[in-house]
Nanobody, 122 residues
Framework: QVQLVESGGGLVQAGGSLRLSCAGS????????SAWFRQAPGKEREFVVA????????YYADSVKGRFTISRDNAKNTVYLQMNNLNPEDTAGYYC???????????????WGQGTQVTVSS
């Protein structure tokens, strides 16, 4: 069993930065791929980025490449999402997820956090 708790969301102006954190519980946290998804009002939840359990591989949605960076510290059971050059289209609830393999599909992730809101003003 893995429990995930996100933090770090907030209100930022366009062009600004935020760093989200996802704290995982359980000794097997490093065995899982971790991912971030986001969901804007009236839209489906969409894949943002994922990282392997060891941190050696990462995958990004085209919309965030070059602006967002995912990393993890397994000693702290935490995954980070550094978001730079934010724009209003990035406004959404951001959700951390854990699964046994990489995929962009929400259905295949086993564990989910409650989400943290990111709002980017123009």
């Amino acid at each position: 069993q893995v429990q995930l708790v996100e933090s770090g969301g907030g209100l930022v102006q366009a062009g600004g930065s935020l760093r989200l954190s996802c704290a995982g519980s359980g000794r097997t946290f490093s065995n899982y791929y971790s991912a971030w998804f986001r969901q804007a009002p009236g839209k489906e939840r969409e894949f943002v980025v994922a990282i392997s359990g060891t941190g050696g591989r990462s995958y990004y949605a085209d919309s965030v490449k070059g602006r967002f960076t995912i990393s993890r510290d397994n000693a702290k059971n935490t995954v980070y999402l550094q978001m730079n050059n934010l724009n209003p289209e990035d406004t959404a609830g951001y959700y951390c997820a854990a699964g046994t393999y990489y995929t962009t599909r929400t259905q295949t992730y086993i564990y989910w956090g409650q989400g943290t809101q990111v709002t980017v003003s123009s």
